[in-house]
């Protein structure tokens, strides 16, 4: 599934490829975007490195089209800590996909080549988030889910997306 999504992604014809990967919680994001950014020698940014806290979806949203594709850096959330970490600088020669929950916003989608959603219904994708990160999930899957769907809302992601996954066969 990644080389043909990196074919597509290269058809477009940009020197430097820009990548979105959306989808809510549990899709299938992650699993996806560690064989395309290997298909495509691109550089990876998780949304969850970059989330300010379980409050924090519409600042990684924000970070996409205002520090990580124009700017080339990102700043890492220290989960521990509750604090910012250290900054993060992209090597802007290299394609990039940025993936996460908020990734593939109006505005952002204006910067980049490619946008991806990974559609899946709620209960499964809560399913798999929680058999994935349990405990340290499961205080918190509500707060995250109302902001997902507040995202959705607004800027209908998969409307902007070039290609709509079927999660149940995102491998």
Same mark, same amino acid.
Request: charge should be negative; hydrophobic fraction near 40%.
């Given at each position: 599934?990644?080389?043909?999504?990196? /074919?597509?992604?290269?058809?477009?014809?940009?020197?430097?490829?820009?990548?979105?990967? =959306?989808?809510?919680?549990?899709?299938?994001?992650?699993?996806?975007?560690?064989?395309?950014?290997?298909?495509?020698?691109? $550089?990876?940014?998780?949304?969850? =490195?970059?989330?300010?806290?379980?409050?924090?979806?519409?600042?990684?949203? /924000?970070?996409?089209?205002? $520090?990580?594709?124009?700017?080339?850096?990102?700043?890492?959330? =220290?989960?521990?800590?509750?604090?910012?970490?250290?900054?993060?600088?992209?090597?802007?020669?290299?394609?990039?996909?940025? $993936?996460?929950?908020?990734?593939?916003?109006?505005?952002?989608?204006?910067?980049?080549?490619?946008?991806?959603?990974?559609?899946?219904?709620?209960?499964?994708?809560?399913?798999?988030?929680?058999?994935? =990160?349990?405990?340290?999930?499961?205080?918190?899957?509500?707060?995250?889910?109302?902001?997902?769907?507040?995202?959705?809302?607004?800027?209908?992601?998969?409307?902007?997306?070039?290609?709509?996954?079927?999660?149940?066969?995102?491998?």
């Amino acid at each position: 599934m990644a080389s043909s999504i990196a /074919e597509s992604v290269r058809a477009r014809g940009d020197d430097r490829p820009i990548v979105l990967l =959306d989808g809510g919680s549990g899709a299938g994001k992650s699993t996806l975007a560690t064989p395309l950014a290997a298909a495509l020698g691109a $550089e990876l940014v998780r949304l969850d =490195d970059v989330y300010p806290g379980w409050d924090g979806l519409e600042a990684g949203s /924000e970070a996409v089209h205002t $520090e990580i594709i124009p700017l080339s850096r990102w700043h890492r959330w =220290d989960w521990n800590g509750s604090a910012p970490a250290e900054r993060h600088h992209i090597d802007d020669t290299r394609p990039l996909i940025v $993936e996460g929950c908020g990734a593939l916003s109006r505005a952002a989608r204006r910067l980049a080549t490619f946008g991806i959603w990974i559609d899946l219904d709620p209960d499964e994708r809560r399913r798999r988030a929680i058999a994935r =990160d349990g405990d340290t999930y499961e205080p918190h899957w509500e707060r995250w889910a109302e902001q997902e769907r507040a995202f959705f809302l607004r800027e209908h992601p998969d409307r902007l997306a070039d290609l709509v996954l079927d999660g149940h066969r995102v491998p």
